[in-house]
């Protein structure tokens, strides 16, 4: 039996929380914090060895879940991974905690055409 908690929370518990650091590397950083600066660091080249430097414990992942939504989980992950995040803050011994930031898509039952948000406009022939 695992000792390990698991917790779900909001990105903006995360920023305040964590605390991401800016991607200082690249000044088109994807991810914005409430500042609007870019928070992501890309999975190669001198931002991924920049991230590779860091304390584990603020180290995060951002990446597509199983269910197709957009996720940042604590740790260093290369399944399914967009980029990474450093925070100020380390992540807890013994815990796994997870961000949905995008949701999954709608599947269109009767032609199986992803849906990304409700104000898509779908038709498919039945």
């Given at each position: 039996?695992?000792?390990?908690?698991?917790?779900?929370?909001?990105?903006?518990?995360w920023?305040?929380?964590?605390?991401?650091?800016?991607?200082?590397?690249?000044?088109?950083a994807?991810?914005?914090?409430?500042?609007?600066?870019?928070?992501?660091?890309?999975?190669?080249g001198?931002?991924v060895?920049?991230?590779?430097?860091?304390?584990?414990?603020?180290?995060?992942?951002?990446?597509?879940g199983?269910?197709?939504?957009?996720?940042?989980w604590?740790?260093?992950?290369?399944?399914?991974?967009?980029?990474?995040?450093?925070?100020?803050?380390?992540?807890?011994?013994?815990?796994?905690?997870?961000?949905?930031?995008?949701?999954?898509?709608?599947?269109?039952?009767?032609?199986?055409?992803?849906?990304?948000?409700?104000?898509?406009?779908?038709?498919?022939?039945?």
């Amino acid at each position: 039996m695992s000792n390990s908690t698991f917790i779900e929370q909001t990105f903006e518990f995360w920023l305040e929380e964590f605390k991401p650091i800016k991607n200082h590397l690249d000044d088109n950083a994807s991810f914005e914090d409430e500042d609007g600066n870019g928070i992501m660091f890309e999975t190669y080249g001198d931002e991924v060895a920049f991230v590779k430097k860091q304390d584990p414990r603020c180290v995060w992942t951002y990446g597509n879940g199983d269910d197709g939504g957009g996720y940042i989980w604590n740790g260093w992950h290369v399944v399914n991974r967009i980029g990474y995040f450093i925070t100020e803050v380390p992540c807890p011994e013994n815990t796994t905690i997870q961000i949905q930031v995008d949701e999954s898509p709608e599947e269109c039952d009767n032609c199986g055409v992803y849906i990304y948000n409700e104000e898509d406009d779908h038709e498919c022939e039945e």
